[in-house]
């Protein structure tokens, strides 16, 4: 007996090895993934970074205070010539288009 107790111990011995060479092998894909997770992590928040600087110095470079208030300012007053113009003529319109639904044509056509 103490022959096959040796091979019995030697295959449960054989079994934990592997199951510790399993438990490992996940262990260390698990690392690599959280390591490549927070590469990534950390390459968008430089991408964002240097996005950000870009931006910045792209508007520096335009000298775009300058144009985009005038462009903002601009807007403004179109918009508000057409606020003041519809207001002026909206009762022109209102009559216009009164006249155009109460007056019928009741000739018959020919």
């Not at 690599?32 to 997770?37: F, G, S, V």
């Not at 985009?68 to 606020?83: D, P």
């Not at 639904?101 to 009741?106: F, G, H, Q």
């Amino acid at each position: 007996m103490s022959g096959q107790e040796g091979i019995d111990r030697l295959l449960q011995a054989e079994q934990e090895a592997t199951e510790i060479v399993s438990k490992a092998r996940k262990e260390k894909s698990a690392r690599i993934k959280q390591a490549r997770d927070e590469a990534e992590a950390e390459i968008k928040k430089l991408r964002a970074k240097m996005e950000s600087e870009f931006q910045d110095a792209q508007f520096k470079a335009i000298g775009g205070s300058d144009k985009s208030t005038r462009l903002a300012q601009e807007t403004e007053n179109g918009l508000n010539e057409i606020r003041r113009s519809a207001e002026a003529n909206r009762v022109a319109v209102v009559r216009q288009i009164l006249s155009w639904i109460s007056t019928v044509d009741t000739t018959p056509p020919k």
